[in-house]
């Protein structure tokens, strides 16, 4: 299976990348109206990979997640390549009963089986994995994540 | 410097990016309207990388450039994780008297210096790089660009 992009010079460092029928901006400077960077797209990229994983890992084990959302933060070298150096990613799961193995295992199969982004950065980008948990009345319990492969 | 992403889930596989006051849909399967794939933004991400590198080394170079593309293909693996095991990226420049040793210079320093996506993905894609040069009324000259670094 193969997936295609046309990347076409506008003005400046503006793009317009274009996908079947679909288009987005890209630019060089952050907050540029509807544009985003290269690395922006990058993260959300990486974050949209794992998400999906996961949270279709958490039906499978029947979870009933009401609500799920990951906080990434990317930190880049101050040198060239700027690349990311290490990248902070949050998983939060809301929901009545939500297992914390369960949530761990999700994340564990994504990692380590499915996330086709995490694959190709293995070995270049370190991962820093957290979760947290909420239902019901009770308050947050927040976990580290420990990566077993390297 | 840091770059955040925050990631939520809407419904199904569909996710909303926010990146302070942009914001980006995610699903998992394309044309769905004006969403986008991990994978499809993935190749977003690498094509403007290296795009903005190029259009700005061309322009260090003197080189008079009026139109610029990328044409980006990805193949991804068939098991999981079905990242992409080869990449084919296509630059197009267009203006007059373009120096080949100045595209494949461009080309050169995006790749082993300054693009932080290929950076990322080096030793674990393959890229196939050609460019192609054309201006007045010459016909297009296609070349292969030889990747030195493995």
Redesign the interface.
């Known amino acids: 299976?193969?997936?295609?992009?046309?990347?076409?010079?506008d003005s400046g460092?503006k793009?317009d990348?274009q996908?079947?029928?679909?288009t987005?901006q890209?630019n060089?400077v952050?907050?540029m109206g509807?544009?985003?960077?290269?690395?922006?797209?990058?993260?959300?990229?990486?974050?949209?990979?794992t998400?999906?994983d996961v949270?279709?890992i958490l039906d499978r084990q029947r979870q009933k997640?009401e609500?799920?959302?990951?906080?990434?933060?990317?930190?880049?070298r101050?040198e060239?390549?700027?690349?990311?150096e290490s990248i902070d990613l949050e998983y939060v799961v809301r929901g009545e009963n939500i297992r914390k193995d369960a949530v761990e295992r999700a994340i564990r199969l994504s990692q380590e089986?499915?996330?086709?982004?995490?694959?190709?950065?293995?070995?270049?980008?370190k991962l820093n994995i957290r979760f947290r948990i909420s239902g019901g009345n009770k308050p947050d319990e927040k976990f580290e994540y420990k990566t077993v492969i390297p």
């Open positions: 299976m193969s997936v295609s992009v046309n990347l076409t010079w460092l793009f990348a996908i079947n029928d679909r987005i890209l060089s952050d907050q509807p544009a985003f960077t290269p690395m922006e797209l990058f993260l959300v990229s990486l974050a949209g990979c998400a999906m949270r279709w997640v609500r799920f959302q990951i906080f990434v933060n990317g930190k880049r101050d060239e390549p700027r690349a990311y089986k499915y996330c086709s982004v995490m694959a190709m950065v293995r070995g270049s980008v």
